[in-house]
């Protein structure tokens, strides 16, 4: 696999960033977009622009085809089981806050336990708040242990029988630790739990395979995912999908509508209320072909690569401190520099052209774990190379001069 | 404007060794800000004598190089001025950060004025400029008795 090759298709690596070549090192915040995903946005709306599932000429027609052409490539990339498990929300976000809405009107009860992770963003424990606000559930968190993982045997530990509901990342996008989801799906099914799984950094990086994985929902962000922004994809198992009550009200997911009865559409209608993303969803098949050619296995190989390239790049800078050291890790490299906050650190090296991320990457509950206000985020995507990490590693020192350390 | 201007001695200076670091003992005006987005966070005291004048000003938080700089150089020269030259003050120097090339209030010195014009650098990061005037809108809300936290939006 040639990484100059696949880094060609993405036109950003083409300009100059502030006089400097780009470094991108943001990518489980948002990955850049090969062209072919950009190309298809324009050619959709210069040349084929319909909406979708309205009209019956032939424009929306072509339209409403080309839609559902991505709903099926999606279902093929994750192997789930139907296509109507498919569902098309505008991010990750969206899909986990309809999750939770839904089965909080009809499953949840009072009292009863939701499990997730010191790891898991705020899109992953907000829609849970909620419910614990409006429904008093209750929320426990499984512990990371020193190497920023979360183990089958935590989880084990904090489920109780209350527990109706265990939400977990795939791999965080802080420590980077990827969780044994499927064991943990093996073991709360076992207990008649549900699992819902926070997939944003997952689908990207890794293998997908929902009849394996088996858990009841995943979640993934389609930007995140060398695709468009506004478009997210909600799995989850028809049964639930069938069973669970709308989310949004509006055009679309209706079958009839009377004064005084309305009844909803079929699956996977029945979600996708109002006008969708159309544009990004056609362009998201894109990235799936564009991911495909790659082949998943190889993805993850390179990526592999980079993250123990520069993990031990960092480990053995002196003053930069790693934070997490799992097992099981993913492209992201969080750290520390004693006595730089990362917000400079991130100023400075956006001077080389070196794009992190440096805050708390909306998981203020792990930050707080680790008694930091904050890290910085250097992650890395399939364009990347050694020679990014390696600009990253010099960026730092440059970085540790400015601070006279 | 590079990174090395932005980045001066003073700044390092006061970023790492901030003046003021504390709570002012017997304060009669504080307030908390709070950055969400970087986790800066700022808590400002202030001791008012009876002519209204600032006798001591001090913080507590956390924060980046350019906050904590910014925050420390705010309570020193703050101090011996009255609330209506602080908030002219204040005033002056957020119109700099976002766009005036200078500071013109009549109630800075010099030194005071070369001081703060080292901040003057972020201007070029405008995701920075939150951090160097948190400390000075929750400076205000002090002033203001404001109970509610300060969030800074740029
Ligand atoms: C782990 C994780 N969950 C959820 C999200 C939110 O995804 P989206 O931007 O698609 O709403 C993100 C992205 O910021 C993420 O990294």
Redesign the pocket.
């Known amino acids: 696999m040639k990484i100059d090759q696949i880094k060609k298709e993405f036109p950003i690596f083409d300009e100059k960033i502030q006089n400097n070549d780009l470094v991108y090192l943001d990518s489980?915040?948002s990955s850049q977009k090969p062209k072919v995903v950009v190309d298809r946005i324009n050619e959709f709306y210069t040349k084929q622009f319909s909406n979708v599932g309205r009209s019956v000429h032939y424009l929306a027609v072509a339209a409403t085809n080309l839609y559902e052409n991505t709903r099926t490539s999606v279902q093929k990339y994750i192997n789930a089981k139907d296509k109507n498990e498919i569902v098309f929300t505008k991010?990750?976000?969206?899909a986990l806050n309809l999750i939770a809405n839904t089965l909080g009107q009809s499953y949840l009860q009072e009292g009863d336990e939701v499990l997730i992770t010191e790891l898991e963003?705020h899109?992953?424990y907000v829609p849970w708040h909620f419910l614990r606000k409006s429904k008093n559930i209750k929320i426990n968190f499984a512990e990371i242990n020193d190497e920023g993982e979360i183990t089958l045997e935590e989880i084990e530990k904090k489920i109780t029988p209350k527990t109706k509901l265990i939400s977990i990342?795939h791999l965080s996008?802080v420590t980077g630790a990827i969780l044994p989801v499927k064991e943990i799906t093996q073991l709360a099914h076992s207990k008649g739990i549900i699992v819902v799984v926070?997939g944003?950094?997952g689908a990207p990086h890794l293998k997908l395979d929902m009849q394996e994985l088996d858990c009841d929902f995943y979640a993934i962000?389609c930007?995140?995912m060398y695709g468009p922004t506004g478009l997210?994809v909600l799995y989850g198992k028809k049964k639930w999908l069938e069973e669970l009550p709308p989310y949004q009200g509006g055009g679309g997911m209706i079958n009839e509508v009377k004064k005084d009865r309305i009844s909803y559409g079929e699956l996977p209608n029945k979600y996708e209320a109002g006008t969708m993303a159309t544009a990004q969803v056609i362009a998201f098949d894109q990235s799936i072909k564009f991911l495909e050619s790659i082949g998943i296995e190889n993805v993850m190989k390179h990526e592999a690569n980079l993250v123990e390239y520069g993990q031990e790049l960092l480990q053995k800078n002196n003053s930069v401190k790693l934070i997490g050291n799992p097992k099981n890790k993913g492209g992201v490299l969080s750290f520390t520099i004693e006595g730089v906050h990362p917000h400079d650190i991130a100023t400075i090296l956006d001077e080389d052209g070196v794009a992190i991320r440096a805050g708390h990457h909306?998981c203020q509950i792990l930050h707080d774990k680790l008694n930091i206000p904050a890290s910085a985020r250097a992650s890395v995507g399939i364009y990347n190379t050694k020679e990014d990490l390696d600009q990253l590693n010099e960026s730092i020192n440059n970085c540790k001069k400015i601070f006279n350390l | 404007m590079n990174l090395k201007e932005l980045y001066q001695e003073i700044i390092l200076e006061h970023g790492k060794n901030p003046r003021n670091l504390r709570k002012t003992e017997g304060f009669n005006k504080d307030a908390k800000g709070n950055n969400p987005l970087c986790g800066d966070n700022v808590h400002v005291y202030l001791k008012l004598n009876g002519q209204k004048i600032v006798e001591d000003a001090s913080f507590e938080g956390s924060g980046c190089a350019i906050s904590m700089a910014s925050a420390s150089i705010m309570t020193d020269l703050i101090k011996g001025k009255n609330e209506h030259e602080a908030k002219e003050i204040v005033e002056d120097f957020l119109g700099m950060i976002k766009e005036n090339p200078e500071l013109k209030s009549k109630y800075l010195s010099e030194d005071e004025k070369t001081k703060l014009m080292c901040l003057s650098g972020v201007k070029q990061y405008p995701m920075r400029v939150k951090c160097a005037t948190l400390s000075w809108h929750t400076m205000v809300s002090a002033f203001e008795e404001n109970t509610e936290e300060v969030k800074t939006e740029n």
Do not use: I, L
Request: glycine residues 10%; negative net charge.
């Open positions: 489980a915040n991010g990750a976000t969206e963003h899109s992953n990342t996008n926070d944003c950094q962000s930007h995140k997210g909306c």
